[in-house]
């Protein structure tokens, strides 16, 4: 059986990213510092370099792409869109089932869609060092090639339990240069005094976020670079979509749903957020799309969390934002899925899940698994564990479309593949694998330290 698969010419990289805040019903709200207020751009700059806080800050329809990034960029994009018609077959299903594969980038995921412009932003400000926190690796693997391309010294905190589970995402960092340790750590105060109080700690993303920005005030010279939640960093993955576009006219063909993994949201806001550009902008086609964020039934953000002002890290470091969050001392367990193990969501993504403009749902780990396993049988690519997450609840959708006999159009990103993740398959294989559910009481004891905050204050 053929496969359509669409690939653009290197001429069709999009030439600016699209930016969700401009078409907004409400405004996004502010982050806000210690005392409540919204955070200055003066305290910003102290972790962030003026470029990079320039498009998080921005209100602009259209940002353009630097034909330095967009040179990089043709190293692997535009990336294809595949139709999976054996896994169709697989599934009997009556459904028609697309997806944009990212894994073809140089660290075999999407996140150098942001790391790219995050180094070529920073160099242009003057920047000395790059700091940054990874949960499986894919990110800081990105941020490392990325600094390389720009001679951009990386250092990267990578949580412990990933740390031990993918040697090979945290060798590939260092074959970039990368200076990559476990986290928590012995290099930060945050670090040392989380391992006094438990040695053990298996790490977290709100940990390694934590010691990340630790280190940045500490190094006159450094920045931080964050590599999910953050506004500057959706806008950069929405090469992802606005690709999308192109190729599903190019072959006549339109989704119906759209799915994706969603942690911090990149991967899932890099797919949709240009379709939600065309609703806003009243193409009737594209306020008809049903477009899902899935998450882990074991950090399930959107669907168990509360909408709240809270830190973004562990520690309460970052700003408070306004997002869907199960509390800063969430402490997720040890999943395969690293790359989701976030306590909170994109403010933007959470904004617009508030306001029922996009749907969430939460897979358990094995049967995540399971859809990853059927999809490299019938496609031949081993999917990341995040990534088998949109892979499961797409070919949850297609087998209701079997039971139905209604032919939709389905979509998922495929935001990177495997290869380094083959210990976790051979702990499904074995038959070891666990689920992990997360309870009421649970969320209750994680939310006991939410801020009492919010924007604007409440009258007295």
Not at 331 to 354: C, E, F, K, N, V
Not at 411 to 421: C, E, M, V
Request: overall charge negative; charged content about 20%.
């Amino acid at each position: 059986m053929s496969r359509t698969r669409v690939v653009l010419d290197e001429s069709e990289i999009p030439t600016h990213w699209y930016n969700i805040a401009a078409d907004l019903t409400t405004p996004p709200l502010p982050p806000l510092g210690g005392d409540g207020n919204p955070v200055s751009p003066e305290q910003m700059l102290a972790i962030f370099p003026g470029p990079v806080l320039e498009q998080e800050m921005s209100a602009e329809r259209w940002i353009a792409i630097p034909e330095e990034v967009r040179k990089i960029y043709a190293l692997w994009r535009p990336s294809p869109l595949c139709r999976a018609e054996r896994l169709e077959q697989m599934l009997g299903t009556p459904a028609k089932i697309f997806y944009k594969y990212e894994g073809v980038s140089p660290a075999g995921s999407h996140k150098p869609n942001s790391a790219v412009p995050q180094a070529y932003l920073n160099k242009i400000a003057g920047t000395k060092r790059l700091i940054t926190e990874t949960g499986a690796g894919q990110w800081g693997s990105s941020l490392s090639f990325a600094g390389q391309c720009f001679g951009l010294p990386v250092e990267i905190y990578m949580v412990k339990v990933s740390f031990n589970q993918k040697p090979y995402r945290r060798l590939m960092m260092q074959t970039w240069g990368g200076d990559v340790v476990a986290s928590p750590s012995e290099r930060t105060k945050t670090g040392r005094d989380i391992l006094a109080a438990d040695p053990n700690n298996p790490g977290s993303l709100g940990i390694a976020i934590s010691e990340a920005i630790e280190a940045v005030v500490s190094n006159p010279g450094s920045k931080y670079a964050l590599g999910s939640v953050l506004n500057h960093v959706l806008l950069h993955q929405t090469v992802i979509g606005l690709e999308a576009k192109k190729q599903f006219e190019k072959i006549g063909e339109y989704p119906d749903m759209m799915f994706a993994p969603c942690g911090g949201g990149c991967n899932f806001a890099g797919a949709v957020f240009p379709f939600l550009g065309d609703a806003a902008a009243g193409d009737k086609r594209a306020q008809k799309i049903r477009m899902v964020a899935v998450e882990p039934a074991s950090c399930p953000t959107l669907t168990k969390g509360v909408y709240a002002y809270d830190y973004g890290d562990a520690s309460g470091f970052t700003p408070m934002m306004k997002m869907y969050t199960l509390g800063h001392d969430f402490m997720p367990p040890g999943i395969h899925a690293g790359g989701l193990r976030y306590h909170g969501d994109s403010p933007l993504i959470s904004q617009l899940y508030h306001e029922k403009l996009i749907e969430a749902v939460a897979v358990p780990q094995t049967a995540t698994f399971e859809a990853g396993v059927m999809f490299a049988r019938a496609e031949g690519i081993i999917p990341a564990p995040e990534s088998a997450h949109g892979i499961r609840a797409c070919i949850d959708e297609a087998l209701r479309c079997k039971a139905s006999g209604e032919p939709k159009t389905l979509f998922f990103n495929l935001s990177g593949h495997g290869h380094f993740d083959m210990a976790a398959y051979e702990n499904y294989f074995s038959g070891n694998m666990q689920d992990f559910a997360y309870s009421d009481e649970d969320l209750q004891k994680s939310l006991k330290t939410l801020p009492n905050v919010d924007w604007p204050p409440k009258a007295a």
